[in-house]
């Protein structure tokens, strides 16, 4: 069974500063990668969706890059905002099954 | 509408009750997952719909859990005989297809007292 880790749990950075979040997988046979972000009490929102045949994918101040060999896929967030705050999430999907598994995110502050 | 609409946002029940949490999923959007999420925890997959059958319900964790999804549209997630375990947020998502790009709603926190 695929196993979704996420490290660290907690993270409280100054505003403005880059920062990157960590998910690692232990079956590298996936389909795709997909990173969310959720707010109290609230649903998931997808943010970027890499597919196993793409390194990275790029939107606004988020860059997702994906090694499938390693099993491992990093969150990259540049210049970090208050509004950034939220617990932040990453699931993956393999071949022929018909899931996302997740792990259990990284809570994220920043300190105005 | 716009995005996946869940109902009741709480549902507050005593042990042994039946309910009924029900997802609105994206028109157009033939896939639907079911997900429960504990405090602190990622969500943990429940069940996926392709249209109007189960495709994979591997994830109910007994048969207390049923889900039906009857027109491809709008589907319910029906518990039985409920336990203090079951509460929890259940989250509905739906995509155009498939493990795709995933539509969560705001989701239903279920209290069994």
């Known amino acids: 069974k695929q196993e979704v880790t996420q490290i660290p749990a907690a993270l409280s950075v100054p505003e403005g500063e880059n920062l990157v979040l960590n998910c690692s997988f232990t079956?590298?046979?996936?389909?795709?990668l997909q990173w969310f972000r959720q707010d109290p009490g609230k649903g998931l929102t997808s943010l970027l969706l890499?597919?196993?045949?793409?390194r990275e994918q790029t939107s606004g101040r988020l860059n997702a890059s994906l090694d499938k060999s390693s099993g491992r896929s990093t969150l990259y967030i540049a210049a970090s905002q208050p509004g950034d705050s939220a617990t932040y999430l990453c699931a993956v999907s393999e071949y022929n099954f018909n899931k996302f598994y997740f792990g259990s995110g990284t809570k994220l502050n920043v300190k105005p | 509408g716009a995005g996946v609409s869940q109902t009741p946002s709480n549902k507050v029940t005593e042990k042994g009750k039946y309910v009924e949490l029900r997802c609105d999923p994206i028109s157009g959007h033939t896939a639907l997952y079911w997900y429960r999420q504990s405090l602190g925890q990622g969500p943990e997959f429940l069940i996926y719909f392709q249209g109007t059958g189960a495709a994979d319900d591997s994830g109910l964790p007994n048969d207390r859990f049923f889900a039906v999804r009857p027109e491809g549209s709008v589907s319910t997630l029906k518990i039985q005989r409920t336990e203090r375990g079951d509460s929890a947020v259940y989250l509905c998502a739906s995509s155009l297809n498939k493990v795709e790009k995933l539509f969560f709603g705001s989701g239903t926190q279920l209290s069994v007292l």
């Open positions: 890499i597919q196993s045949s793409q």
């Open positions: 079956d590298s046979a996936i389909y795709n």
